[in-house]
């Protein structure tokens, strides 16, 4: 056994639904701007850019039905994705294999202090403070392919307090989950536990303490939580 000079961190896991049994989180890959109505909605033309990913860390999944409204932010806004957990991975992908390596499928939420986001496209600098931040990516129980195949169309809604907010449909992805783990793959060594977050449609907007707010993807799954 080694001797750590700390003790080390927990491993980050995310349930399966119907069962007892987790999947180990590795990294967490974020996809911007994947549906054309959302990017026009950014101020981006969707027909003239090749995919751009960001990163959360592992430990910023949560999967909880309370999201605490984080710090030094007065607008944080709710971003519905289809999430899409690996059981294998490498390097080059082709893209007729990129969903062999696909464990299953769930629903999460890319949470955003889009204020301090906003502060540093505007200068030129990283996104992590306004997307990596502390439970900023609650996410449903998984679904195994076995169970919900590879899900291509489907509602994807978000609600608060009962009333919809975002609504688009899976086929609207500019770029498909195959086109996706196949490009990552030419720049990063893709591995099992690594977990791709989608993209959101249109219709992203700010949230308060006490609004609920209930996702569903059809065909993959629903996840519900309220700000706290």
């Given at each position: ?71 030094q932010?007065?607008d ?63 996410v ?43 490009y ?22 700010a ?22």
């Amino acid at each position: 056994m080694p001797n750590y000079v700390i003790d080390p961190p927990a491993v980050v896991t995310l349930p399966i639904a119907g069962s007892d049994d987790l999947f180990p989180v590795r990294r967490v890959y974020c996809i911007g701007r994947n549906y054309a109505a959302h990017a026009i909605e950014m101020g981006h033309d969707p027909n003239r850019e090749p995919p751009f990913f960001f990163q959360k860390n592992p430990n910023n999944l949560t999967t909880g039905e309370s999201f605490p409204y984080p710090a030094q932010t007065s607008d944080v806004h709710h971003e519905i994705e289809m999430v899409v957990a690996l059981k294998s991975g490498g390097i080059n992908i082709p893209l007729d294999q990129a969903l062999d390596h696909v464990w299953g499928y769930g629903v999460g939420l890319d949470m955003t202090r889009r204020d301090l986001q906003g502060v540093a496209k505007e200068m030129g600098r990283p996104w992590e403070i306004g997307k990596a931040f502390e439970e900023s990516a609650p996410v449903s129980p998984l679904r195994p392919v076995s169970e919900v195949g590879h899900p291509a169309a489907g509602l994807v809604q978000l609600k608060v307090n009962g009333k919809p907010k975002q609504t688009g449909d899976l086929n609207q992805m500019i770029w498909k989950v195959p086109e996706m783990i196949s490009y990552l793959s030419d720049f990063f060594e893709l591995a099992a536990g690594d977990v791709i977050m989608t993209g959101t449609p249109s219709g992203v907007g700010a949230v308060v303490r006490g609004d609920v707010m209930e996702c569903h993807v059809g065909g993959v799954g629903d996840l519900t939580v309220t700000v706290v």
